[in-house]
């Protein structure tokens, strides 16, 4: 397999009080082209800021250094690369006073030079595409008229208008329930297949990452203590944290 994104020396600091704090540091990272990547690892050791890396959007102030490819060119513009990325609570990306399908028709349009009723029919396909039952009515809805499985699909659909090749998610299925999680990720999954994308996937629960992921990558301080194929690492942890976070998630239950 190829890497679709690659990167190295890859280190971030962000502004902190009396000068700066280096969240990522001098990483390596591999994506490749078609796979679903699991990053686990400890709360604050980097995981969001790792995704949001990826995708451009690091806080203020924040300093960035890496040599990064994307399909096999250096990446000049992070923020023109086909990179879409969905949150874990989908509220914050949705203005709670427009409607569904308003935030879609904007990113279709934003995307495409499309008249309005040709953004409105790709919306209306897209949130068919992540099987929500009655598209259209969905479209005309406002996000708080929605269930919390309902609006992470919506969010889904919104990400997909834009056509990514990598889609980011960020503890996608935390806020939800058991069922709603795993017909989640089984979407994932059903769209990473259907549209050859490939998905990095954060979680703190080590289940999502043997039932859905092919490689895993674990962090720990800002640092990729260890990566690997998920049946390797599970199986056979290097790194003595790994152990420690398979040790403590009995029947790679939620960490
Ligand atoms: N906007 C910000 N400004 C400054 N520091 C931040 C900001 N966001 C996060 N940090 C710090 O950066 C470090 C890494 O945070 P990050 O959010 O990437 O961790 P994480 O692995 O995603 O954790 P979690 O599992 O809790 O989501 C933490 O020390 C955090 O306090
Ligand atoms: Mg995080």
Redesign the pocket.
Known sequence: MTALLRIDDLTVD???AGGT?R?LDGQRLEVEEGGILGIV?E????????LRTIMGIL?EGATRTWTAAFDGRPIDDVARLPIAMVFQDPMTSFNPLARIGTHLVEVARRHARLSRGEARRRAVEALAAVRVPDPERVFGRYPHELSGGLRQRAMIAMSLLAEPRLLLAD?PTTALDATVQAEILALLRQLQAERRLTVVV?T?DLGVVAALCDTVAV?KDGAIVERGPVDDVFSQPQHPYTRSLLDAAPERGTL
């Open positions: 962000l502004p902190a704090f969240v690892g709360s604050g050791s980097g995981k969001t800021m790792l806080p503890e954060v703190h962090m």
